[in-house]
Each structure stands twice: as structure tokens, then as C-alpha cells.
């Protein structure tokens, strides 16, 4: 997948002038990012209690690998994620294993956050994109293995600014809230994720990236071998 | 009027030993049916007393409740009586893969004592004894392809904990129901904490000592006695936790009811054919005895008094069969069906080896009904014997 | 007169005492009557439901697909099948799944199958109440008591994973077939989706063939001689789970107690005969002074035994027919089955029993007719082979 890097401006310009299809897949590629490093802060609210992970992350917009540096409890523990295959290892279990493809759906580290939403790529490959009153609107394709009945993009200047997730009874279940985009070699990367789990009160999860380094990533950070002792 | 009652009998001996022999044979066989089926009743619920225990601990609302989240609590401590254990156990659904194929399983995690009463399902292998290890269901084993040794995933999405644990296989369990077992991963506790949500339990399993099966009222008494330490939490008896059953406990008792009723109207009317038989037979006596002043009512009476003389005795020796028939099948029994028939049985969770069961109600039940028939078969007859002419009767020629 | 004619007299002559023993006669009829209707509505109950639900009537797979029932052992083509009995025949592909709904995740077995061919076979595609059965790839329908665990509805989307692929598919419609295996784990799709979850070559794991209803047996047995040796056919009998046994159990069980209450009714007629032969022992002893062997006495006592049971089974008969007319077309033990469902889901069981209604019954009823004879000729026919025939015509 080819990324293009444009001034702001004349990606507005262009903007107008794409379909929304071409709009979402802007959009994705913008909130993937360039190439780059970084430390990542996860932090899981719960009703009376919060939990904060620090994650090491190595992605290049296709492909990501996260650590697990803090806690000290799960330090260690580490996820690759090469488009349609799923790696993890974790210390306690001692080696790496292949995760079904029902993993993408679970939540990562036990947040609101599925791998999904950290690293694919579904709603473009999931959905139908139209667009209503600049909004866009996703529907999913016939056979469209997800739960989902409807998704809300909210574009701010083909970054996306908000996402809203409908079940199939037209009731909004989640929502992701994108915001401090930060201009980076060239592409562009929200600083920070929040997403909120509107069936239960109380149900929320921030990322924010804490130390971010953009430039080529490794090659041996997305082979599965190299989980166990990092790259 | 008893010694009367008694000589009649007497004086045809074929037909009061063959219709007493009727009614014994009544009375036997529906001891043995009772005892059987209690046997058999008794066998089901035992099993399902031992998989729940006397009372369940769970969250409030567990029925309505799907996510890990809103099952699993921190065990709180709880007063017990002398006697009584309390074993933690974490389950939830997890993706069970091995190599190529996978399949959904309930994740139990047991502590040492539950592990340890999967003794006796063990068809291979051993017990887990430390972390890592587990018990697989044969059909589960077989749906996937492991065997002893073997190594196995578990994937359980949506967890609080590490989300994905590998298990070696030490022991294949062979659960009565096929569809269960191929279902079933037993690992040990911390496992299975470590695994869906550390430090906690999705149900709490309660166990007493020394109470019959159906002893409810202690189990009420220790409720009462949790409920003030159990916030969020409800504890159930075994039986409010599985509710299907619970409505079959009652019913038992009117099918059983019908059963017996059957035999017993067979032997009823047979009966009745029989002191029919022994009226016309001695149409002339009774005339005699009219005729000597014998009013109709006392007939009558004479007429129940050998009935019920004939199911006393009859049903006497009938139960005392019958309760050496249930001495010997409380020591235990196998049904009298061949092998094959014996092991699917088992399909439905019914054991092998069954234990008679038989109680003051059901023997109470037996005789209810032989005194019952006893009086009904004499009606007829007694009526008929008590409208008798004189001299009419006493003329009589068939 | 002949011994029948003279046989039926005496019966006759003495009313109050054969209306009293025709009422243990009729009671034993009727149980037996009775008793035979349900066990064999219980089988047919079974066969059906295995037969056009849960299986079909022959099911044809690779002999390793039968120990081992993944797509691994699957069919990549189909045998020839031609034979006279074969009347339809269909390709299912069975797999284990998961079966995800927006709120529940679940395993469970999905079954592909062609929608045509299903409806020439299974019962199911006619048992849909909500929505339609299916009619091409992407769409799926499942039993409804499964719809409910899973919390979905016609309409919405269900994602059926397995290792090797993802689908979501569009429920179309939701079935109650009255068959718990069908309506607590049943999922339809079809077969070219089941294809492509596998991920293998396969064109189907079995199939279904339909054979005429009671041949099921020797069908499979005659497909079995022409199939090639990888291949193997059952019937609807080998394709049942346990429930087979509690069926043939119950035959082994409460057979042989019919029989028992057949003999005990038997002595209550042979007591009667006995008593009637007692009263008229001068009656057969001029009859033997005139000439009529005692044999031919014996055997009259049996036909008066015959008779005085045979109208009680007559009476017993209709009765009996008449309550299993009624049972076999009223749902008497709905209640208990649905209750039975409940608590063995996936056991093969329907949520109706009728009884049967066949008329050999009557022949295994009739039964005690002979068996009264029987004992007549060992006792009270006794009594007159034993005559002393100038005793009696003496007139004492």
C-alpha cells in the first residue's frame, strides 16, 4: 500500500475531490502512521480501578510490534501483528504462539482496545464506504465476517477525529476518539486514542504516546522468531 | 368373624394360594420396582450432587451475565460449619488449539480436592499435579488429535488475565455425557486464575459431610447463615442451581405412584375375580348364615375380612420377599440389560452399578395400595353377599 | 351340538362371572395394547427424527470420516449411487465452528448443505417459522432455541469461524422442528460456504440418501456391496446416538413384564374355568358315560377358557385400539417430552410421541387367549380327564 506524503493544504484540496472510499483509505493510512518507534502509555479504567501498561511499539503502518514494558508483572509479554497473522509471546507461557484469525476481535490486554483497532486495516476491507453529509458511513459487505451493523467515520480534515461503532439493533456500542495528530516525517500520527465502551458506564481506555522516533523499523522486529527476546 | 374369615380361606387352598400367591407377587414386584427406580433416580441426582456440591456461591444475577468480568470475584471468606469444605473454581469458554484443529471448551479450573474426585473418570494418564498440566475429555482428545503428551492452547478471549496458557495432557477423563466431555479441559486452579482472571473464582462449591441426598434443610440453615458475608454473591442449594431438575423431584413421586397403581389394579381385579369366585362357591353357606340370623352388614364384613385377611397375609410375605430382594439390591445392582445397553445408559449419566433404594414412604406406598385393593375387590363381592335370600341362596344350584 | 356351540353356553350361562373376569382380561389387553403402541411410537418417534432432522435415512461417508469426523476425511467426489431404493440424495458438509454473534460466542457444528437437495430429504427446511429456508451462499438458519443463546435475529449478521476462515453470514431464517438436537444446536448454511470455511478440496463430508421408510437397514447393507471399499453406508439405526439403548432397553424390560401380566390373567381365567368345570363335573361325567372321550371333554374345557377370554380380549380390543387411536393422534405426552428435551438436548429426542397403532397387536394379545387354553387343559382339564365317571353318575 503506497503512502503519499502531501501538505496539509492540498490534501484538503483533494479531499473534495475524492470518493469516500479513497477518503477512509487516507484517513487509515494517516492514523497508522509512518514508519517510527515509540513508547506507547495504555491505560484501562474500570469502575474503582485503573490499570497502566507501558508498550514499546515498532510499527511501519502495515505491520506492528508491540512489548509490554510496564507493569512489571506482564513486562515481557509482546505482539506482532503482519496483517492477517497474529503472533503473541508471552514470558509465563514461554514461547510464541499463532493466534486464530477470531483472534483480531478480542481486546488487547484486556482493554477496550481490539487488536483491530491498534493494527488493522477491516474497515476498509470489511465495509461498503458511502458517504452522508461529509460523515462517512460504513455498511458492512455481504459476507463481512464482523458484528458490527454500521460504523460512523468523522473526518476532520481526512484525519479521522471519531469513530462511532452501531450493533445490528442501531444502538451505538463504541466509540473512538482520535485527537493530537502529530505531524511526523511527513505523515501524520494521533498522539492520542480514547475509546469508550458505551454499553457500560465507567468502561474506558486511553492510549497516548509518550516518546515517538519516526525512520525505518528493522526488518527482524516483524519476524515471528524475534518476539521472544525483542528487537 | 377373623377365624371364620380364616377357615374359608383355608378350605379352598389352590385358589387362596394362587390368588394370594397373585397378590404377594404384586407387592415383590413393586417393592423391586420401587427400590430400582429409586436406585436409578437416586444415581442421577447423586451425580449431579457431587459435579455441583450441597450449595454454589456466585454472583448476583449470574443467569443474565456473560462476560468473564461480571462472573468472576475475589472469594470472600465465609463461616462454616465443622465439616464443610469450600473449593474455588474458575471456568470460562476458551479456544482450545492443537496444531491444526481447534475447538470451544469450558475451561475448569479446580483446586486439589476437585481435581482429585476425577479419580475415578480417569481412563488414562494421571491426575495434574503441577502447573501447566490438564485433564482432557476423550471425545476432545480424539476431536483434536492429542493424546498423552501432547500439548495443548488455550485461548480465551475477553480475559482479565494472560489470555493464552499451554497445558500438557497427563490424563483423559471419560465423562458419562459424550457431548460434555468433548467439551472438557480440567486444569488446576492457578491456571486457570492466571489464565481468565487472576486471584479470583467464578463460583464457589460448598460441600458438607455426613447428609443424605436429599437433606434440604441443613443446606437452608447454612444458606442463612452465608447470606449476611456473601455481598453481590448468592448462594443456591445443588438443586435451585440446576433447576430442570429440581422440577423432575416431584414428579418422580406421582410417576412412581402410577406405576405401582398398575400392578396393584391387575391384582385388585384378580383378586376381586377370586373372592367373586369363593362367594359363588359357597352361595348355600352364606344363605345358611343369612337364614341363622347373620345380618347383612356382618356378611359383608365377613367377606372383607377374608379379602384383607388374604392381602395381609399375602402382602406380608410379598414384602418380606420383596425386602430381601431389597437388601440385596441396596448392596448393589447392574439392570438386567445386556453390556451395550449398560454403557450408553451411561450417555445420560446413569452409572453401571446402582444402589436400591427403598423407604418408609414407599413401603407405606405398597401397603397402602394392598390394603386399598383389599377393601375395593371385597365391595362387589361383600355387596353381592350381603343382599343374598335366604332361602334362595340355600337352594342354590349353578 | 358341537363343543363350540356348547362351550359358548356354558360361557354364557354364567354372565356376572365372566363380565368380572373379562375386566382382568380387558385391563391386561389394554395394557398390552398399549404398551406395544408406545414403545413402537417411541422407535418411529426416534427413526423420524434421525431419519428426516438430524441425520437422514442412510448417510454414506469415508470409513474414516466415521471415526474421525473432520473435513480432513471428507469426499472429494461422489459415488455412484444407483440403485433401485436410492430415492434422493444429497451432499452435506459437516465442521465444528465457531459461531459468533455480536454479544455471545459459541461452538457448535455447521452443517452445509443445498437447499434444493435438503428439501427432497429433511423435514427441516419445512420447519422454519420465522423468516425462510435458505437460498444461496452468505445466508444461514438456526434452530431457534440457539438463536436465542446466541442473541441474534433474522436479519442480522452471525460470523461462523473456524481455523481456516472467517464468514458472516445473514440469518435468514430460524427453525422449530420440534427435534431438540435441531433446535438447540442446529446451523444451516450452504454447502459452497461450508467449502470455503474449510479451506480444503473436499466436496462434502457425507451424504444424505433417501431411502423408502423401513428399509433403512437392508438399504444400507445392499449400498455397502457396490460401494467402493473406503466408503461406508448406515442406516438411521447406526446413525442414532444413545438413545438407541434406552429404546431397546425398554423393549427388553417391559416386554417380558406384558408377559408376565398375559400368564397372571391367564390363571385368573384357568381359576375361573376351574371353578365352572367344579360345579359341572356331573354335567361331563353323563357326557362321558354317553360316549365323549375324555379328551374331547379336556379340550372343551379349554374352549370354554378360550371363550371366556377371548371376550374379554375382544372387549379389551377395542378399547385398547380405541385409546391408542386417540394417543396416536392426540399428543398426550407432549408435556413430559418437551420437558424430556429440555434435559437431554442433544439425545435425538421430539417434543411429541404418538403411539403407533398396528394391528399385530391384537396377535400378541391374543396371546393369553392361548395361554388360558394352555393352563385350562393342565388343570381344571385335569379334573375331567381324571373323572371317575360312576362316581358322579351315581348322583352323589
Redesign the interface.
Known sequence: MKRMAFPLLILTALAVAQGPLEKLKLALDHLRGPAHQGVYLLQVERPGSVRTYRLKVYADGDRAHLRVLEPKSEAGQAFLSLGEDLYFYDPRLGRTLRLPPTGRGERFLGSDLTYQDLLGRDLEELFQVGEVQGVLVLTPKPTAPTPYGRVEVYLKDSLIERILYYDQRNQAVRELKLSAYHRLDGAYLPREMELRDLQRPGYRTLLRIAEVQAGPVPERCFNPLYLERGC | MLRLAWRNLLRTP??SL??GG?VA?VVFLSLVFLSVYAGAFDAFYRLLLERTGHLVVRVEGYKEK?DLEGLAFFPPELPLPAGARVEGVMEG?A?L?AG??????VLTGLEAEGLARQRSLLRSGRLPRASGEALLGEALA??L?VGLGDEV?A?A??????????FRVVGLVDLPE??LEA?TLLVPLKDAQ?LLAPGRVTRLEIRLSGLGLYDLKPLEEVKASLSPHLEGLWVETWLEANP??A??LPLYDAIMAVYVG?FF??GG??L???L??SL??RVREFGLLAALGLAGGRVMGLVFWESLLLVGVAGLVGMGLGLLMHLELADGFR?P??Q??L???R??GLPEVLYGRLGVREILLTWAYAVGVGILAAL?PGYLASRLEPVEAMRYV? | MSLLKLAWRNVLRQRRRTALLSLVVVYVTVAVLFLFGFLDGYGESLVEAYARYVEAPVVVAKAAWWEDPDPEHGLEDFPDLTHPWVQAQSPRFSQYALLRSPYRLEGGVFLGVDPEGEKRLSQVPYKVVQGRWLQGPGEVVLGYRLAERLDVRVGERLVVETGKGALGFRVVGLVRAGVGNVDFTGVYGHLEDARQLAGRKVQATHLAVGVPKGKEEVAAKALNRILPQDLLAKGVWDLMGPIRADYEGSRLFYVPLMGLFMVLAAIAVVSTTYVSVRERLREFAVAESLGLTPARLAGQVALEAALTSGVGLVAGLLLGYALLWYTSTHDVFGPLMRLSVELLPEAGLSEHLYTSLRPVYALYASALVGVSALLALLFPGRLVLHLDVSRYVKGE
Do not use: D, M
Not at chain 2, 491444526?100 to 471448551?105: F, G, I, K, Y
Not at chain 2, 478471549?157 to 494472560?162: E, F, M
Open positions: 389352590g385358589r394362587v390368588t397373585v407377587l456473560e469458554g479456544l488449539i491444526e484443529r481447534s475447538r470451544a471448551v480424539r476431536a488429535k492452547v485461548y478471549p475477553g480475559s482479565l488475565g494472560l489470555g493464552a496458557y499451554a459424550t457431548h467439551r492466571a430442570i431438575y422440577a423432575l398398575i389394579v391387575l381385579l384378580i376381586l375375580n377370586a367373586y369366585l359363588v362357591e439392570l440389560l445386556p451395550w445397553i454403557e450408553q445408559y450417555e445420560f362387589w349353578p
